[in-house]
């Protein structure tokens, strides 16, 4: 495929409607109205990274006859995803600022292009992250659909599946804020965000203290998200159960469940700090004083530790987190830890509650997102898991709860860093993905909970390809894979070769190099094992 990546917003892509041409992997460019086979080329030009700057992709063409369509096209992909790994669909997640803040699509034409291409790579679907700051933007229980319907429909168009992610934060790059709304609110109680002990606000998402308190013009945060979620599934009712087939809902910042216990990023050179407790917001400090007089310790709800390291202290420094004898295996350690983690799985069973009554009659699954926090695994406190909410140690197992959590409301957990291997992680930090995400895995098969897989950014290496593909064959309960996400690095020429050889081998074994099509304007007719005909719509 010959891929154009340019830093102009202006595009002209020609037709969008392909007719009946069947095509091999590829992506489009100017006036395409002929009837012919699409080719691969790999001359490609980088922008910056975000996609406001824009893309566009540009095809090759070789004469080809018209290809026969199967009668029983449909039908077949209907039964069976286009693209399997042991039963493992494959998404790619659109880009963060698809749908700009005055809510339109941020470049069309671009993004129908890269659509068609993952579509006849045999991609089975498409991740889109629908924002609260966009949709809901001015007025409390005013929404706006339009950009968000316009890139569903173009997503059925092509026969492609739809995962949405409803998105309850803001982000910092690109810039997505909170509703406006609801950041004036902010502005007179800064109290409904996270703080830290210095008193930092972490104003990217409410804090979870007050989930169940009124303090948006008199209704809780799960009230407002309640009728968000109403307002979707009602906008969206033609899509669900066909085209939608999962959502995901926010459970914190950068939609995770977890504590923004690094919102303060560590400066030091080669390994990162563990993070500090974010107890310190008024709602926070009310739940926790509460805490320790119903266990008869009133002094311990005061604060959270004193003897915590910052941001960017090796967190083996201080006395909280010591090896052996650290506060954290001290009574007062357990009580405070028990605490906090308690915070966190309330206030995710709140959400996951919500989602799977909201969306209880119609086909979809209903998934939450759960962080891969890796750094200083190798320790016995597990200083980073501990900060982020999770109390998980050497003498404690943190993630049954949650995945217990996930069972009762019957919803699937999305697991990202599937690209992370141990033997590129630095030393300083301890780290160990992989035993983290084989005690993970251990506790969903034990309780029936199935995985979501995600990458944690675009693999420009290679080993991240193949740590990819390792967890995609094993013996993991995993039934969707997610790449994250589309954009200039994602079409880049050090990445979306690599990205084809990767999905091209996921239904095959490993080929001799001589094997493989590395020809820059060769057709890709047998891009699957399955070589499927696919018809662009």
Known sequence: MEVSVIGSSQMNLGRSDLGGKQVGYCSFTKNLNSKSKLCVGQSITRPAKSMNNGFSLKASACTQAEPVISENADAYRKSKPLLQTDGVKLFVGLPLDAVSNINTVNHPRAIVAGLKALKLLGVDGIELPVWWGVVEKETMGTYDWTGYLALAEMIQKLGLKLHVSLCFHASDEPKIPLPEWVSRIGESDPSIFFRDQSGQHYKDCLSLAVTDVPVLDGKTPVQ?????????????????????????????????????????????????????????????????????????????????????????????????????????????????????????????????????????????????KVPLVHSWYRTRSHPSELTTGFYNTVNRDGYVEVVEMFAKHSCQIILPGMDLSDNHQPNESLSSPEMLLAQITSSCRKHGVEILGQNSMVANASNGFEQIKKNLSGDKEMSLFTYQRMGADFFSPEHFPSFTHFVRNLNQPEQDSDDLPMKQEECVESLTSNHLQMQAV
């Open 224 to 368: 407002v998200y309640k009728e968000f979620c109403d307002s979707f599934k009602a906008e969206f009712s033609t899509f669900m159960g066909t085209t939608i087939t999962g959502i995901s809902i926010g459970l914190g910042p950068e939609g995770e469940l977890r504590y923004p216990s690094h919102h303060n990023p560590s400066k030091m050179n080669n390994h990162q700090g563990a993070g500090e407790f974010q107890c310190y917001d008024k709602y926070m400090l009310n739940s926790l004083k509460q805490y320790a007089e119903s266990s008869g310790n009133p002094l311990w709800g005061l604060g959270g530790p004193h003897d915590a390291p910052g941001y960017d202290q090796q967190p083996m420094t201080s006395n909280f987190f010591k090896e052996n004898g650290g506060s954290w295996e001290m009574t007062y350690g357990d009580f405070f830890l028990s605490w906090y983690s308690e915070q966190l799985i309330s206030h995710g069973s709140r959400l996951l509650s919500l989602a799977s009554e909201t969306f209880h009659d119609v086909p979809i699954s209903i998934c939450g």
